[in-house]
T-cell receptor, first 113, second 108 residues
């Protein structure tokens, strides 16, 4: 569809376990993003990347890390999952620059029990 | 500080009624504003952006710098417009800052 996919789409994990979500794009876009979506909060940026191995924090980065070793892949890791990290996670990609349109993946539903 | 405010969590209208979803922003420079739509359990999709000055699915939005607003309007709502709508601001970086969203319900 939009050239961006996420995996896994659904996951249930236990508190304290590490979790990695993968985002894969086929558009060779420079920018990639991880957002979380929660009722009453809308979408909040966790981390983003502006190139291979170039990443920066968003507004809710605590408890999350990211890596981007290839243009097409952007990984989000929860080092030790907590119940407050139960959320829907959206990956996105963009070209950057004026008029930058950001395209979203389908979302990953994560439940931490 | 950069901020996007969508004051209404829920907006309910009947089919054929006009719709206005409010969006206000806080940013001192020249912003780029976007509206994204999310249908039930689907990905967010770009609906429109202010620099294009386009009309998509009958929706329009005009950037009002004086009032720092970018309200989304449609003269006659349809049932298929029921969705979650997010206003977003692109400031001086390539990050998008989103509002908390407004759920639009269109009743038959």
């Amino acid at each position: 569809d939009a050239g961006i996919t996420q995996s896994p789409r659904h996951k249930v994990t236990e508190t304290g376990t590490p979790v990695t979500l993968r985002c894969h794009q086929t558009e060779n876009h420079r920018y990639m993003y991880w957002y979380r979506q929660d009722p009453g909060h809308g979408l909040r940026l966790i981390h983003y990347s502006y190139g291979v191995k170039d990443t920066d924090k968003g507004e809710v980065s605590d408890g999350y890390s990211v890596s981007r070793s290839k243009t097409e892949d952007f990984l989000l890791t929860l080092e030790s999952a907590t119940s407050s990290q139960t959320s829907v996670y959206f990956c996105a990609m963009g070209t950057g620059g004026s008029g930058n349109t950001i395209y979203f993946g389908e979302g990953s539903w994560l439940t931490v029990v | 500080a950069q901020r996007v405010t969508q004051p209404e969590k829920l907006l309910s209208v009947f089919k054929g009624a006009p719709v206005e979803l409010k969006c206000n922003y806080s940013y001192s420079g020249s912003p780029e504003l976007f509206w994204y739509v999310q249908y039930s359990r689907q990905r967010l999709q770009l609906l429109l952006r202010h620099i294009s000055r386009e009309s998509i699915k009958g929706f329009t939005a005009d950037l009002n710098k004086g009032e720092t607003s970018f309200h989304l309007k449609k003269p006659f709502a349809q049932e298929e417009d029921s969705a979650m709508y997010y206003c977003a601001l692109r400031a001086n970086t390539d990050k998008l800052i989103f509002g908390t969203g407004t759920r639009l319900q269109v009743f038959p």
